[in-house]
């Protein structure tokens, strides 16, 4: 199975701040990589997939890069909306896997 | 509006069954590759089962696999996920979500999630 580590785990920052998550895949996953944005109690959101191709309706204050089998999301000055729970997830192979989720704090 | 919502939920006891539905509407649903994802509260989320567009090819975490069932009707424009032998670790939020066309795998659409609980 394909480990995604993912760092921070949790992170405080202020309105303004730029910010970077970033996961980590055990083997390559090529561009099969999206960020997902999760409020309590709702569902994920998918902000970036292929790594980089922001979906449309998100800020373009996300973006997402890639160099081999590290992945980067990085917001980069941050609103009070994005204060939440970030995850991986790869889907480059069975079984799908997430990392184990950033938890974005004021 | 391009939506999917869960139904089936509740309690159940060990060994028990539950078959969970999502119904897809404001798209072509007939299109679309699907998966199931749960997620415990608190954990991140996990990936239980895909189901090709027409319901040719389906696939399983190894943690329900024997005793999950994927499928899927187009024509009512639904997906199921039929739960056997239920294990108090299958407890979570189940939610159905569709895998965007663009080819890139990623999830661009969730349901709301209904709430599985297995305990006696």
């Known amino acids: 199975d394909i480990q995604m580590t993912q760092s921070p785990s949790s992170l405080s920052a202020s309105v303004g701040d730029r910010v970077t998550i970033t996961c980590r895949a055990s083997?390559?996953?090529?561009?099969?990589l999206s960020w997902y944005q999760q409020e309590p109690g709702k569902a994920p959101k998918l902000l970036i997939s292929?790594?980089?191709k922001l979906r449309s309706g998100v800020p373009s204050r996300f973006s997402g890069s890639r160099s081999g089998t590290d992945f980067t999301l990085t917001i980069s000055s941050l609103q009070p909306e994005d204060f939440a729970t970030y995850y991986c997830?790869?889907?480059?192979?069975?079984?799908?896997?997430f990392g184990g989720g950033t938890k974005l704090e004021i | 509006e391009v939506q999917l919502e869960e139904s089936g939920g509740g309690l159940v006891q060990p060994g028990g069954s539950l078959r969970l539905s999502c119904a897809a509407s404001?798209?072509?649903?007939?299109?679309?590759?699907m998966r199931w994802v749960r997620q415990v509260p608190g954990m991140g989320p996990m990936w239980v089962s895909s189901?090709?567009?027409?319901?040719?090819?389906?696939t399983y975490a190894d943690s329900v696999k024997g005793r999950f069932t994927i499928s899927r009707d187009n024509a009512k424009n639904t997906l199921h996920l039929q739960m056997n032998s239920l294990r108090a670790e299958d407890t979570a939020v189940y939610y159905c979500?569709?895998?965007?066309?663009?080819?890139?795998?990623?999830?661009?659409?969730w349901g709301r999630g209904t709430v599985v609980t297995v305990s006696s």
């Open positions: 979500a569709r895998v965007a066309a663009d080819g890139t795998r990623g999830l661009d659409i």
């Open positions: 404001g798209f072509t649903f007939s299109e679309y590759l």
């Open positions: 189901i090709t567009e027409d319901g040719s090819k389906t």
């Open positions: 083997q390559t996953v090529a561009s099969y």
């Open positions: 292929d790594a980089s």
């Open positions: 997830e790869q889907s480059y192979s069975t079984p799908l896997t």
